[in-house]
C-alpha cells in the first residue's frame, strides 16, 4: 500500500485509516452506510472527536437521535466532546400543530425546505471543518421522491465543498436500500454490515465501495464494537509484508526426528501435522516450543480445542514447563473462542505476536478450531494461505496441526490444507503384538530431502522418543500391520 496521505481527515477508528490508506480526504463528501447497531453512530463521534483533538472545529446534525442519547454513546467509550457543537434538528414546533398544517402546500415541501435551511444556519454559524450529518433517511422521507432526494443531496454536498469542510454523511438503510443516490454524489461510500452465525456472536464487517482517486484496501475486514470505539481488521495482504532474514535450519533436540526431519526444519517455512485425535500432535508441537526457546527465541501457540490450564498440567508430564517460559516472558500462550473471535481479529492477534513480541516460532492448535471461525472451507484455505505466507515472510515457523476423523483406516481431514504447508508430519496408530502403538513419517518436505521411513514413538515423561525405522513392517499406516520378520519395534520386543 502508497504511504498515507498526510493531508487527510483521519478517522480515528482503529484501522479505518489503514484500509482508506490515509483518512477522508479533506474538503470532501461521504457516505458511511449501514443498518442500524453496525456502528455507524460510533464511526462518527470518533471521527470528530479526532478532529477536535488536532483543534479543528466540528459539527455533528442529528435528525435521528438526540443530543443525550449521543452523549450517553460518548460517555460509555470515555470520550470527551468538548470542542464539537451538538445540533439536534427537530421539527419546528408549527409543523407539529394541526392547527398550523398548510392545506394547498405538501407539508414535506416545507419541511425539507426549512430542515435545509436550518443545517446551513447552523453551518454559517460555527463554520466547522469537520461535519456529520445523522442521518439521511429522514431527509429522503422528507424528499418523497429521488429527484427531489438528489437534488437536495447535490445542494448539500456544493454549499459544503465551498467551505472546505469535510461531511461525513450517514444512512440507516431504513427506507429504500436501493436507492443508489448518494453512491454517486459522493467522493467514497463504506458500507457496515453485521450477520449473526447459526452459534456465536454476531459478525460485523466493513467494505470500501467507493472511493474516487484514491487507492484503498478493498474486500471485506472484520470490526468489532468495545469500549473505545470501532476496531477494524484491515484484510491480510501477504505481500505487503517482505523482511530479509537468514533460511537456517532449525533442529530440534531429538536426533532421531532430526533425521527423519532430513537434518531440521527450514526456518520461515510451514509445518502441518496430520493425525487422528490422541496420536500426539500437540506434543510434537510442544516440542518445537521447547527447543526453540531453548535457543534464546520467544514462542507463540493458539490453542483453539484445549482449555489452557489442561494443556499446561499435561505438558509437564511431557517435562515441558509452559508456565515458567511464560512467567520468562518467552511464550505467548493464547486461549481462542472460535465462536467469539472473528477470523480477522485472528490475523490481528497473530501480526501482534510476531511483529510486537516477536516470535519466531508460532503454533495453531488446531485448524479444526480455526476452521469453526471461517464461512466456509473456501475461506479457510484463502485465509490460511495468506497466514501462512506472511508468517513465512516475516521468518516465523509455524506449525498447525489438523484432527483427521477415524482411529485407524482410511482417515478423512475437515480440509485439505497439504499443499500449502511446506512440510507435513504424518501420525497414526497402528496395531502390534496386542497394543495400540504410534507411528510417525515425513509425507512431504519442500526445503530439501527427509527420511522416508515410518518410525514408531512413543510419548513420555523426557516428551517425544522416536525408534528406529519400521522396516520389518508392511501396512503400518492402514493401521493393522503384518510383521514380516523380527520386530523392530521400540520396546525390543521380539515375535
Known amino acids: 500500500m502508497p504511504s498515507f496521505a498526510t493531508d487527510d481527515a483521519f478517522t480515528g477508528t482503529s484501522g479505518l485509516d489503514d484500509v482508506l490508506n490515509g483518512g477522508l480526504e479533506r474538503a470532501r463528501t461521504f457516505l458511511l452506510e449501514g443498518s442500524p447497531g453496525t456502528g455507524k453512530t460510533t464511526i462518527a463521534v470518533k ?38 457543537d451538538l445540533y439536534e434538528l427537530i421539527p419546528p414546533e408549527n409543523l407539529l400543530d394541526d392547527d398550523q398544517q398548510q392545506s394547498l402546500l405538501y407539508s414535506s415541501d416545507l419541511e425539507l425546505g426549512e430542515t435545509t435551511k436550518r443545517i446551513f444556519e ?13 442521518s439521511l433517511s429522514e431527509i429522503r422521507l422528507l424528499a418523497q421522491s429521488s429527484l427531489r432526494y438528489r437534488r437536495q443531496i447535490l445542494a448539500l454536498k456544493h454549499y459544503f465543498a465551498k467551505s472546505n469542510a469535510t461531511v461525513l454523511m450517514l444512512d440507516d438503510l431504513t427506507t429504500d436500500t436501493n ?68 533460511r537456517d535450519v532449525v533442529t ?25 485425535a490422541g496420536t500426539g500432535k500437540s506434543s510434537i ?20 480445542d484445549e482449555e489452557i490450564g489442561l494443556l499446561i498440567q499435561r505438558a509437564l508430564g511431557l517435562g515441558v514447563d509452559l508456565q515458567a517460559m511464560i512467567d520468562d516472558g518467552k511464550l505467548l500462550l493464547k486461549q481462542v473462542d472460535a465462536a467469539e ?19 519466531k516460532t508460532v503454533v495453531i492448535d488446531s485448524l479444526n478450531g480455526y476452521q469453526a471461525a471461517m464461512p466456509g472451507e473456501q475461506a479457510l484455505i484463502l485465509h490460511m494461505h495468506e497466514l501462512l505466507q506472511y508468517l513465512n515472510r516475516q521468518g516465523a515457523t509455524t506449525f498447525l496441526s489438523v484432527a483427521q ?33 504410534r507411528a510417525i513419517s515425513i509425507v512431504k518436505k519442500r526445503t530439501g530431502p527427509h527420511e522416508n521411513t515410518i518410525r514408531e514413538f512413543r510419548i513420555g515423561g ?34
Not at 447552523?122 to 445523522?134: G, L, S, T, W, Y
Open 405 to 437: 476423523h477415524g482411529l485407524v483406516g482410511d482417515m478423512k481431514s475437515p480440509v485439505d490444507v497439504t499443499y500449502l504447508a511446506d512440510t507435513v508430519i504424518l501420525l497414526r496408530y497402528f496395531e502390534a503384538l496386542g497394543q495400540v502403538r
Open 341 to 359: 473471535l472473528s477470523p480477522g481479529q485472528f490475523c490481528s492477534h497473530v501480526r501482534h505476536c510476531v511483529e510486537g513480541y516477536g516470535a
Open 47 to 84: 471521527f470528530l472527536v479526532t478532529g477536535a483533538a488536532a483543534g479543528e472545529r466540528c459539527l455533528y446534525v442529528t435528525l435521528s437521535e438526540t443530543e443525550d442519547e449521543l452523549r450517553a454513546t460518548a460517555k460509555a467509550h470515555g470520550w470527551d466532546l468538548s470542542g464539537i
Open 285 to 304: 508441537a510442544l516440542t518445537f516450543i521447547r527447543t526453540a526457546i531453548a535457543r534464546g527465541e520467544s514462542a507463540a501457540m493458539f490453542v483453539f
Open 462 to 495: 523426557d516428551g517425544i522418543t522416536l525408534g528406529e525405522p519400521l522396516t520389518k513392517f508392511q501396512g503400518v499406516l492402514r493401521g493393522v500391520p503384518t510383521l514380516h520378520a523380527t520386530s523392530d519395534l521400540l520396546n525390543g520386543e521380539r515375535a
Open 252 to 276: 530440534t533436540g531429538s536426533a532421531e526426528l532430526n533425521q527423519l526431519l532430513g537434518g531440521g526444519i527450514e526456518r520461515g517455512s510451514s509445518v502441518l501435522v496430520l493425525g487422528p
Open 122 to 134: 447552523a453551518f454559517e454559524r460555527i463554520r466547522p471543518e469537520r461535519v456529520v450529518i445523522d
Open 179 to 246: 436507492d443508489k443516490t448518494v453512491h454517486s454524489v459522493a467522493h467514497g461510500v463504506i458500507r457496515l454490515e453485521e450477520f449473526a452465525p447459526e452459534y456465536g456472536a454476531e459478525r460485523r464487517r466493513l467494505r470500501i465501495i467507493k472511493y474516487r482517486g484514491r487507492r484503498f484496501r478493498g474486500g471485506y475486514h472484520d470490526a468489532t464494537i468495545e469500549t473505545g470505539g470501532v476496531h477494524v481488521y484491515p484484510r491480510l495482504i501477504s505481500s505487503e509484508h517482505h523482511t530479509s532474514f537468514a
